[in-house]
């Protein structure tokens, strides 16, 4: 080895701090990426193989009459279809947590059994493992479910379960409280089940779902039809998997952009210190490309050194994440590796292509000039002459050396802001999701639902007056407006004197008696539809192809679910219903058993696992701010050793004519206290401008948004955190500062 790469390498090892927290970035960055990308293949390739190997379905459906044996084998001969009669009942356990029982599927949803087998009496069940894992559960204990008694046979995952929400219409998944269960037909009927619904899957080749939905009319009227695409619990899973994708690259490479920007900032030093040797080096002989490849030992040796940790610290951390994701989606882990080699790949040859490539090119131009020039003394830049004559009329002598100093690295302030911003957002976006969901559970459920139950029939009823609560009307429609694709929504027909919503716009004016000559659309479908008040939409029902254009007349802050309220008599009349009829009410009186009942919304169900979500919530919270202290720290203490090493002379002048170390701290090292204030507060409305774009743009996949705010205390502690890592590594620079002797001074000179 030459003593060119010998004297760069013991740089180095002096400066280590710097080149180490620039390799640090390097590291955070490629551990997001491998840790995120392993985990997110390896649940995406244990989905797909689960979707196809256990036969996931494609659609289900319930009707107004139950069908036979016989008119189903019809269906699947002329169709191309196989179809399933699937029975299912509720019932409670320990008294406050409900399984779902299901008959054991045959041809579809057919469960993948992690332990054990499943049942065969009428006193066996088979539960779902993740609640069975939730609640301590074991295959061969015995429990009382529904004020029976079951034997627990084994454990299972259903591919239709796979986010398993209680209701169709809830947001989050509970698997502490919900649980599922396969029993015998003849096990489930002593539960007092409802009546049957029907659960399908395409056979390979051509199909028309038209003609099959025409088929099951003449049967029996179809009162709802859900595709697979359309059901939370099997598309949810999909959504996540494409949101954590477009996460796991765009974090990962700011950070590497981050990075890469501070070893130009480290390189363009070492070559302004080395200017001379690099001038006599040429002077002697040596060719630019010679010590262009001496110096980009630098980037290289940060580049690797940061990757190499990154994946191998990436690979073991995904493990526990993989686990995490299929406990939090109830997914069997059947690919435990998923990651593409040619990630691997990347994930050393895109930092390494970034750091070389922005090294080449600041080492180029420096060792591309004359040695005479090199030879001569740096100089001085024109932005300090253009700078004099403000500074000179400051009559502090300590302010006029601050502005001095922070005018003669403009880019390191640049750097700083974005470094800052960065972090900022990181922080934000915890702070400002924890918070959302307290604005989303206030608005939607405790301001907008002045009811406790919701109660969906599988029949019409009419209304004779006699109806607790208030009643409503529901079809399911398709909504156009222009460029865009057609979305699926729930159309409410309600009364205009009801009590049980309270549809309000943001400005908490009433929306209700607005529902006599338009329509009001939640905070979902106006974000999902790109409308707002006074755009026209128009809807067309699926039950009859009948469209109407609707005005908008306001939007409800209402922040889940794709509701839509328009007159009930207007929807009665647009879905060819009696005129007084009804399909549902919002009461608070608790239904009885009723087997016309299709579904019951509890209120309060769906508060409790909302707010389920502030525990996970709080870990994020933790990991953000952990990141963000970091990163702000890292980039802040390479900052100010730079500033350290650039004015040894200074500072060893200062302490000459008398001034203590922490008054020369405060001239030379706090000097960035405004810029990182500024940047913080650039930092807050960028997060939350690029958290509503994100809702925005998810809100046709996940079914609801969060309200974007911050409350003033999440403001003040992010304040507080992002200036604790300013002065943190303020701290550690002074321990640098203070070691400057007095001789360095003449040292300089002497040089």
């Known amino acids: 080895m030459s003593n060119r790469y010998k004297a760069i390498i013991r740089e180095m090892r002096q400066k280590k701090w710097q080149y180490g927290g620039t390799s640090l970035l390097i590291f955070l960055a490629v551990l997001l990426y491998i840790m995120l990308s392993a985990s997110i293949s390896a649940v995406e390739n244990s989905n797909i193989k689960f979707k196809n190997d256990y036969n996931q379905e494609d659609f289900h459906f319930y009707t107004s009459s139950p069908i036979s044996g016989k008119e189903i084998d019809s269906l699947q001969k002329e169709h191309g279809v196989r179809l399933e009669k699937r029975l299912s009942a509720d019932a409670l356990y320990k008294g406050s947590k409900s399984i779902r029982f299901f008959n054991v599927p045959k041809s579809v949803n ?44 084994g454990l299972f ?45 395409w056979d390979k080749g051509h199909h028309s779902l038209k003609d099959l939905k025409e088929g099951i009319s003449t049967i029996s009227p179809i009162i709802k039809w859900v595709n697979a695409k359309e059901n939370s619990r099997i598309s949810y899973i999909d959504s996540e998997i494409k949101g954590t994708k477009s996460f796991t690259t765009t974090l990962p490479i700011f950070i590497s952009i981050i990075a890469m920007m501070m070893v130009v900032i480290l390189i363009r030093r070492r070559l302004d210190t080395q200017r001379k040797q690099i001038g006599t080096q040429l002077a002697l002989g040596y060719r630019p490309d010679e010590l262009i490849r001496a110096y980009l030992i630098y980037p290289v040796v940060v580049s690797l050194s940061g990757s190499i940790f990154g994946i191998a610290a990436g690979a073991v951390l995904s493990i526990p994440l993989t686990d995490y994701y299929t406990t939090f989606f109830n997914l069997p882990v059947l690919s435990r590796w998923g990651i593409n080699p040619l990630q691997w790949i990347g994930a050393i040859a895109i930092p390494l292509v970034l750091l070389m490539g922005s090294g080449f090119w600041v080492i180029r131009k420096q060792v ?131 009590k049980s919503i309270s549809l309000r716009d943001e400005n908490g004016r009433s929306l209700n008696p607005s529902t006599d000559d338009g329509i009001v659309l939640n905070k979902v479908l106006a974000y999902t539809l790109h409308v707002k008040k006074g755009d026209s939409i128009t809807v067309k029902l ?102 350290v090493d650039e004015n040894m002379g200074s500072i060893s002048l200062l302490k000459v004519i008398g001034y203590e170390d922490s008054t020369i701290s405060k001239l030379l090292l706090n000097i960035y206290t405004p810029v990182v204030l500024i940047a913080y507060l650039i930092g807050v409305p960028a997060a939350m401008f690029s958290i509503d774009g994100l809702m925005k743009s998810m809100a046709s996949q996940t079914n609801y948004v969060l309200p974007v705010s911050v409350n003033p205390i999440m403001f003040i502690l992010g304040f507080v955190l992002i200036f604790a890592s300013y002065y943190t590594s303020i701290l550690f620079s002074r321990r640098k500062l203070r070691k400057v002797s007095l001789q360095e001074v003449l040292k300089r000179q002497e040089a």
Request: proline letters at 4%; hydrophobic letters at 40%; glycine letters at 8%.
């Open 110 to 153: 057919i469960p993948f059994l992690s332990k054990g087998k499943l049942p065969s009496k009428p006193d066996e069940l088979a539960l779902s493992a993740i609640f069975a894992k939730q609640n301590h559960i074991k295959s061969g204990d015995e429990l009382t479910v529904g004020g029976k008694q079951w034997k627990v046979t």
């Open 157 to 201: 995952y259903l591919p239709d379960y796979i986010y398993s929400l209680k209701n169709e219409s809830d947001l989050v998944n509970d698997s502490n409280n919900f649980g599922l269960a396969l029993a015998t037909e003849k096990g489930i009927s002593g539960l007092g089940a409802g009546s049957p619904y029907y659960i399908g899957e």
């Open 368 to 498: 591309r000039q004359s040695p005479i020039h090199l030879l001569k003394p740096a100089p001085e830049k024109k932005k300090i002459k253009k700078n004099r004559k403000p500074v000179l009329m400051m009559k502090s002598f300590k302010n006029r050396f601050r502005i001095r100093m922070l005018s003669k690295n403009i880019g390191r302030i640049l750097y700083l802001t974005i470094g800052i911003c960065f972090a900022t957002i990181l922080l934000m976006y915890g702070f400002i999701s924890m918070n959302s969901i307290d604005v989303l559970i206030n608005k939607t459920y405790k301001e907008s639902m002045n009811y406790q139950y919701g109660v969906y029939y599988q029949e019409l009823k009419e209304n004779d007056g006699q109806v607790d609560g208030d009643v409503f009307s529901i079809a399911e429609a398709e909504v156009k407006t222009a460029g865009e694709a057609p979305k699926k929504i729930q159309l409410y027909g309600v009364d205009d004197g009801m």
């Open 542 to 643: 699926l039950s009859n192809s009948k469209e109407k254009t609707l005005t908008v007349k306001g939007v409800a802050e209402m922040y889940t679910g794709t509701a839509a309220y328009l007159d009930r008599k207007e929807l009665n009349g647009l879905a060819q219903y009696p005129k007084n009829a009804y399909l549902g009410k919002w009461t608070n009186e608790k239904p009885g058993a009723d087997s016309s009942i299709l579904m019951v919304e509890n209120k309060q169900d769906m508060m409790n696992t909302m707010e389920s979500l502030m525990g996970p919530m709080r870990y994020s919270i933790f990991i953000m701010a952990g990141l963000a202290f970091m990163i702000g720290l890292i980039i802040i203490t390479l900052i100010t050793n730079l500033i």
